[in-house]
Each structure stands twice: as C-alpha cells, then as structure tokens.
Nanobody, 128 residues
Framework: QVQVAESGGGSVQAGDSLRLSCAAS????????MGWFRQAPGKEREFVAA????????YYADSVKGRFTISRDNTKNMVYLQMNSLKPEDTAVYSC?????????????????????WGQGTQVTVSS
C-alpha cells in the first residue's frame, strides 16, 4: 500500500512558477502510475497531469499543457509537478493520487475515481 503527502504550494503572482512535490511511502512505488489533480472551491476535482510508473509516459490536461511538467524519481519515491506561467485560474488545492492498477491507465488516467491514497493536498493561490 502506497501513501502520499504533498508539499510546495503557496501564494504567487501570475506568471510565477512553483514546484509541487508528492512524497510516497510504501513498497513497489515504481509499479504505480501517479496523478496530480486539483480542486477549486465549488468545483469538481479536475485532472491536471499523470505519469506512468517506470516508462515515464505523461499525460496533461489541455489547460496546463506546455506550462506544467510532471516527473518522478523512483529512487526517492517522489513525484513532482513543475508549474510555470501560472494563471489565476490555476488557483486550487492540488493533490496527488496513486492509480489503481487494476484499470487500464491509458483509458482512465484522467478519472479521479480510479485513484486512491490521496494526500491532504497543498494550496496554490495565484493572484493577478
């Protein structure tokens, strides 16, 4: 069983950058695809980015493509989300989740209900 904890959020100006970190504990971390999601007040949880376990294939929401980069370091059990050119609409609580490998990742990587072991989230606030 993998557990996660996010960090790295903060309050920034539009155009700034932040790097979020997701620390995972548990065995066989590299076997699990990981995803970043975000949730703004009054809105549903929204897919941001996902990464496969060992191959490193990545997926992004259209709204962040070209600005955000997801990466992982399996030697450190870490997943990162580098966020550049931040916009006020990026304001949300960002959480990382562990993909349930019983489901086809290529088909369901953007579905939050296919992830579990969510962390507590980290707040990102972008002001204009």
């Amino acid at each position: 069983q993998v557990q996660v904890a996010e960090s790295g959020g903060g309050s920034v100006q539009a155009g700034d950058s932040l790097r979020l970190s997701c620390a995972a504990s548990g065995r066989s971390f590299s076997n699990y695809p990981m995803g970043w999601f975000r949730q703004a007040p009054g809105k549903e949880r929204e897919f941001v980015a996902a990464i496969k376990g060992t191959v490193g294939t990545t997926y992004y929401a259209d709204s962040v493509k070209g600005r955000f980069t997801i990466s992982r370091d399996n030697t450190k059990n870490m997943v990162y989300l580098q966020m550049n050119s931040l916009k006020p609409e990026d304001t949300a609580v960002y959480s990382c989740g562990v993909y349930q490998t019983a489901y086809s990742f290529n088909a369901y990587y953007a579905s939050p209900d296919k992830y579990d072991a969510w962390g507590q989230g980290t707040q990102v606030t972008v002001s204009s």
